[in-house]
């Protein structure tokens, strides 16, 4: 079951990256991404990783991808900008789209239904787990998460706006 | 299982790869550098599961991160080149100033 749903997921995102690869227009570029990482983070959850699908979902769709269309909408103007209105899907690939994601949503759910008795094939999501990754994050990982944490801030510096000169 | 995913990280890697080297618009190339990240993270994060390997999923935390940073980082200074009248596209930078 989970391996259907790894599948379909996959699938689902290699169909959206290759639209995202041969589509002209940023922001059909953009929303094949975010469909792309919203994919990757099933897979994460379905592989026993839920905290960095959660993360995924977070950090790339709720943050890096609101940062790519405020810098497309800023970039207004350019030819990249005008083709806007090629933002269209042929009607049987959007019920090809709606068909996946209720057929994944029904995989994942009988999947999560099937954790006791696949024990072995989903046991990374058992607590000892999840405390051995939050140890290993602080203590093998710790100067990288503090170096992460100083780059996260530099990054926000970056990003700041400039004093416009008089 | 492994055959799945590592046609998955090899499609979306190579996807990315390919935006990143045939697209001219830098908001594109960027585009294709998240979708590398997030085809290799898939194989990581399998393999964590796999060995049970809590330190894998760390550094895939770690990677998230990094690569949520290199985005702000990216998509400040493609503000910066349009804000100089530059355009979006990665041909005009050929020069450097000096």
């Known amino acids: 079951m989970t391996l ?7 699938a689902v995102a290699a169909s959206f990256a290759a639209a995202m690869l041969l589509s002209r227009s940023l922001y059909v570029g953009a929303v094949c991404l975010l ?15 839920p905290l960095l699908g959660l993360l995924q979902v977070m950090i790339y769709a709720g943050a890096v991808m609101v940062l790519v269309v405020v810098t497309i909408m800023a970039s207004g103007g350019t030819p990249a ?20 994601v209720a057929l994944e949503l029904v995989l994942t759910l009988a999947a999560a239904r ?5 024990a072995p094939a989903l046991a990374p999501a058992s607590g ?39 | 299982m492994s055959a799945a995913i590592w046609a998955i990280t090899a499609f979306l890697f190579s996807a990315g790869l390919a935006a990143v080297v045939l697209r001219r618009q830098l908001l594109a190339m960027l585009l294709g550098v998240e ?55 990665a041909g005009d930078l050929a020069e450097l100033r000096g």
């Open chain 1, 114 to 118: 099937a954790v006791p008795e696949a």
């Open chain 1, 128 to 166: 000892d787990y999840a405390s051995a990754f939050g140890v290993s994050l602080f203590r093998s990982y710790s100067l990288a998460t503090e170096a992460v944490t100083l780059l996260m801030f530099l990054a926000g510096l970056a990003v700041l706006p400039e004093k416009e000169a008089p």
């Open chain 2, 35 to 89: 979708l590398m990240i997030a085809g290799v993270n898939v194989a990581l994060v399998h393999y964590a599961g796999r060995y049970a390997d809590a330190e894998a999923l760390a550094a895939v935390a770690v990677v998230i991160a990094v690569a949520a940073a290199e985005a702000v980082v990216g998509l400040s200074l493609i503000l910066k080149v349009l804000r100089s009248g530059r355009g979006l596209d």
């Open chain 1, 81 to 100: 900008a005008e083709r806007l209105a090629d933002f269209t899907v042929p009607r049987w690939a959007a019920a090809a789209a709606v068909a996946a």
């Open chain 1, 35 to 49: 469909v792309v990482l919203l994919q990757t983070a099933l897979i994460f959850l379905l592989r026993g990783a």
């Open chain 1, 4 to 10: 259907w749903a790894v599948m379909i997921a996959g």
